[in-house]
């Protein structure tokens, strides 16, 4: 029987993985196995138990304010451990962590075949997102097997010289997730009892800004002004801000100072996939420098202003859904407050867009490694 080991880390990677890992865990001539390096603790772990999955091998690697020294080395060493066990056919990765970096260099040096889930997104900036971009190349270089979510990102893979054979256009399995946590939540009332009374703090009438970020390149002053232009925002009276603050140190000290005690503020711990999926339907708009979310917000409708200069993402960027915003106070509060007050804006932007997939990413990717046909992802179709 062919072995196949997945290997994820981070909150992000195992949102988009599990339903992978779902879809191959239902074919009889495959077995799967699931390998978590847990660079992330909490965050991952909300989604390992969200979808019901426990892993075979969990290196436990995550300190306080890691360094990528730390997680390139404590990845590399031990995945390839677990493959030296498992002596898996094939590894999958997942997208631009350096988790999904070192594993795949793990595998190369072990000489085991790489599959690569969300492929071939280029930001064409290498140090933006950082080290993000980076990660996504080098993966690419010792990938054998590439899941491009889009045709655009099939064709970055195509000017850098890798064989249309290798490729695949899958549509982002995001979408899979979400589409799975959106009817969750429809199906349930009483689901949608909780979580309402979870946000209680919330006004009911005024619309809500929802923010997060966490990005490397941000940290220092461009965290400062975004944090700044948050206080303005609020300032406004024309919103209610609630911010899910990602556990990194590096984000958490300048937010709780900056904005601990500001009047319609909600600083609140990050939450659990089905939660956080709730309160993005409830927004108004989304404020992040987030790569998932950017995926997310045109799904389901919602405004998204990305607090980077460049993005990996441009699809939804192209239809109106997404706007890139930098980190600079004015910019954010004017792009932002324009779409509290003009309605018409608004809507032009809230189009519902679905350039990254139909919520059968996963299933296809699992054709594609039993070897069956498939139809590719066609967002215009
Ligand atoms: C990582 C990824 C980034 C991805 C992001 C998703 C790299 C270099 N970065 O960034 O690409 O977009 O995850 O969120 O691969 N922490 C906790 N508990 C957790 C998670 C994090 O306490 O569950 C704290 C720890 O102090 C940790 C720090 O956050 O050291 C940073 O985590 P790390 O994975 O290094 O970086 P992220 O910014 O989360
Ligand atoms: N997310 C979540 N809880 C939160 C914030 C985000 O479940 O409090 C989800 C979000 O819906 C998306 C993913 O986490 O699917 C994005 O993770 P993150 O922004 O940390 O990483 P990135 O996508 O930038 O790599």
């Known amino acids: 029987m062919k072995k196949i080991l997945l290997v994820f880390g981070t909150r992000p990677e195992a949102i988009k993985m599990l339903p992978v890992a779902k879809c191959l865990a239902r074919e009889t001539e495959v077995q799967t196995l699931i390998c978590?390096?847990?660079?992330?603790?909490?965050?991952?772990?909300?989604?390992?138990?969200?979808?019901?999955?426990?892993?075979?091998?969990?290196?436990?690697?995550?300190?306080?304010?890691?360094?990528?020294?730390?997680?390139?080395?404590?990845?590399?060493?031990?995945?390839?451990?677990?493959?030296?066990?498992?002596?898996?056919?094939?590894?999958?990765?997942?997208?631009?962590?350096?988790?999904?970096?070192?594993?795949?260099?793990?595998?190369?040096?072990?000489?085991?075949?790489?599959?690569?889930?969300?492929?071939?997104?280029?930001?064409?900036?290498?140090?933006?997102?950082?080290?993000?971009?980076?990660?996504?190349?080098?993966?690419?270089?010792?990938?054998?097997?590439?899941?491009a979510p889009t045709a655009r990102a099939r064709d970055n893979l195509l000017a850098e010289g890798v064989s249309a054979k290798s490729i695949h256009i899958t549509g982002n399995t995001v979408i899979d997730a979400l589409r799975f946590t959106v009817d969750r939540l429809r199906g349930s009332q009483e689901l949608e009892t909780t979580l309402a009374s979870r946000f209680d703090f919330l006004e009911a009438e005024k619309p809500i800004l929802l923010v997060t970020g966490h990005r490397r390149e941000n940290f220092g002053s461009p965290f400062h002004s975004v944090c700044e232009a948050i206080r303005d925002l609020a300032g406004s009276g024309r919103m209610q801000v609630v911010y899910p603050v990602h556990l990194n140190p590096n984000v958490m000290a300048p937010v709780n100072e900056l904005l601990g005690s500001v009047p319609g503020v909600h600083l609140i711990e990050p939450l659990d996939y089905v939660p956080f999926v709730y309160l993005m339907q409830k927004s108004h708009a989304i404020l992040t420098d987030s790569g998932g979310i950017q995926e997310e917000g045109p799904s389901l409708g919602k405004p998204v202003f990305v607090m980077r200069n460049v993005t990996e993402r441009p699809e939804a960027l192209a239809a109106g859904a997404v706007r890139l915003v930098g980190t600079d106070r004015g910019r954010i509060v004017s792009e932002v407050l324009r779409m509290f007050r003009e309605p018409d804006a608004y809507d032009e932007m809230c189009r519902a867009h679905n350039p990254y997939g139909d919520g059968r990413a996963a299933s296809r990717i699992a054709d594609v490694l039993v070897g069956r046909e498939v139809k590719e992802f066609n967002a215009v179709a």
Request: glycine share 8%.
């Open 36 to 147: 978590v390096t847990g660079q992330h603790r909490e965050m991952l772990d909300q989604v390992l138990s969200l979808f019901d999955a426990r892993p075979d091998y969990d290196l436990d690697i995550m300190r306080r304010a890691q360094g990528l020294e730390h997680i390139t080395t404590a990845v590399l060493t031990g995945v390839a451990q677990v493959i030296d066990q498992v002596r898996p056919d094939r590894i999958l990765v997942h997208g631009d962590t350096t988790t999904a970096m070192a594993a795949s260099l793990a595998a190369f040096y072990r000489k085991v075949p790489v599959g690569h889930v969300e492929a071939g997104l280029r930001s064409g900036d290498i140090g933006q997102p950082w080290p993000e971009e980076a990660n996504r190349r080098i993966v690419s270089v010792v990938t054998d097997l590439h899941f």
